[in-house]
């Protein structure tokens, strides 16, 4: 089986909700050795909402501040793959984009030669491109390296009708066709990403990261959080 797992920026702050939380990457990285040591193959992308959010400034021109955003992920997945290795994985970190001897530079094929030596596969930088989210890189990644499921591990435990923090009755969603979420208007990813899962049938299982082993329990099964099908 193949996962790309996709933390949100914020994920990786923790309580701190900007830089880095090592307990809470630590906790990441040991529930990530643990599924990679039942012979998962697993590729990671991350989000950059900890230091930098596209609209951080109103005074930025959009491709720049972009930009800016895509670094924020850099710094994030070597950041990661560190605690990772420092657990025993072997680790390899691409970008879209040269970063001198920091980062490879992505290509599927030495990707796959990354999965072969059993290396935990980092995707920084998102497409490359301004315009697009890390949603839409998660979206792309993961149907060029044919996963089998996208695990994304938010700070909410589903998808709901509503914003269950404003709406107590909010219903929570155990399926949900990416049809629907479009039409429904549910936000789980980008516009782009959502149809990049629908022309290729890529799954995705939105979960809370913050609940024990979800991780974990997210690989072994499909019913934790939601499952949005396409």
């Known amino acids: ?34 599924v990679k ?8 992308v991350t989000g950059g909402g900890n230091f930098w959010r596209g609209r951080s400034s109103e005074n ?3 491709t720049k501040a972009d930009a800016i955003g ?7 997945c070597i950041y990661v793959s560190e605690i990772f290795r420092s657990l025993g994985m072997k680790t390899s970190v691409y970008t879209p984009f040269l970063c001198g001897s920091f980062t490879k530079l992505y290509s599927k094929d030495a990707v796959e030669e990354s999965f072969a030596k059993d290396e935990v596969v980092f995707f920084a930088g998102g497409t490359g491109h301004p315009y697009f989210s890390t949603d839409t890189a998660t ?7 044919q996963a089998d499921r996208i695990l994304l591990a938010k700070s909410i435990d589903g998808v ?27 936000g789980v990813v980008d ?34 959080g939601t499952l949005v099908t396409a």
Do not use: H
């Open 60 to 62: 930025i021109e959009r």
């Open 1 to 34: 089986m193949r996962i790309l797992l996709k933390l949100s920026g914020e994920a990786l702050a923790g309580d701190k909700k900007s830089g880095f939380d090592e307990a809470t990457v630590l906790g990441v990285a040991k529930q990530v050795k643990a």
């Open 139 to 145: 979206l792309l990644r993961a149907v060029e390296i």
């Open 160 to 186: 709901y009708d509503s914003d269950p923090a404003i709406n107590k009755d909010a219903k929570k969603y155990d399926r949900i066709t990416i049809e629907e979420v479009v039409e429904k208007k549910l």
């Open 37 to 44: 040591d039942t012979g998962v193959s697993l590729a990671v």
């Open 70 to 76: 895509m670094m924020a992920t850099v710094m994030n």
């Open 191 to 224: 516009m782009a990403a959502s149809v990049l899962a629908m022309e290729n049938k890529m799954t995705m299982q939105i979960f809370d990261l913050n609940e024990k082993d979800s991780i974990i329990n997210a690989v072994k099964d499909e019913n934790i």
